[in-house]
């Protein structure tokens, strides 16, 4: 069964604040984590990823927070615009470098 | 710098049928990825290749499904006969040597 999954199917949020996508895991082997952006009719998007023996990632926008203890990873968006409309997906990537995704959160940003 | 490129994007047919997804990855991306997406789902590997070489196809259904990348670049899928719950996207995605992962647009397949 999927290993990777999301506390949340929809998320809505207005426009200027921040976004706070949750997603729990179950492999404890997990190597690195991912973040994905998928917009309708497009295929995913890399966003960021974080490795095992980190605790904090921040990218343009973005910080990945994983907290191994609880197996917990999250994803937050800094002044979420419309362009942040989407599904996020997280997913773990295994040392066989496998990649496996979870269930995914729809991001609604409220004008 | 071209993304990776996929065809058709769209494909209706009926069931029994058989039908190809053809993949063009970014250039020099040596790994090639297939993957099934249900709606509402994550995407899901079906096959996995380091050139021309399938190293993990242990998700295919290998009794209707195909695959080959001949020369390492382009690939192609393939489903023989398609069942009506082969609907969903297929997605091909490529890597070079970082965790990133550059997916296309991904081909929308309806088996009627």
């Known amino acids: 069964g999927e290993s990777v999954g999301l506390h949340l199917p929809t998320l809505s949020v207005q426009e200027g604040d921040n976004s706070i996508i949750n997603c729990a895991y179950s492999n404890s082997a997990s190597d690195y984590f991912i973040w994905y952006k998928q917009e309708s009719g497009k295929g995913p998007q890399f966003i960021i990823d974080?490795?095992?023996?980190?605790d904090k990632r921040q990218g343009q926008r973005v910080t990945v927070l994983l907290n191994k203890t609880v197996k917990h990873l999250s994803l937050q968006i800094a002044a979420t615009q419309p362009g942040d409309s989407a599904v996020y997906f997280c997913a773990e990537g295994l040392r066989d470098d496998k990649i496996i995704f979870g269930k995914g959160t729809r991001l609604h940003i409220l004008p | 710098e071209a993304g990776v490129v996929q065809s058709p994007r769209y494909k209706i047919i009926e069931k029994k049928q058989p039908v190809a997804f053809w993949c063009n990855p970014i250039?020099?991306?040596?790994?090639l990825y297939w993957y099934l997406q249900n709606l509402g789902q994550g995407p899901e590997l079906l096959i996995r290749y380091e050139n021309e070489e399938a190293v993990d196809d242990s998700q295919l259904p290998k009794d209707r499904f195909s695959a080959e990348r001949l020369k390492g670049v382009d690939s192609t899928l393939k489903i023989q006969p398609a069942e009506l719950g082969d609907s969903a996207v297929y997605l091909c995605?490529?890597?070079?040597?970082?965790?990133?992962?550059?997916f296309g647009p991904g081909t929308r397949l309806t088996v009627l």
């Open positions: 250039s020099g991306h040596n790994t």
């Open positions: 995605a490529s890597r070079s040597n970082s965790n990133e992962q550059f």
């Open positions: 974080i490795r095992s023996n980190m």
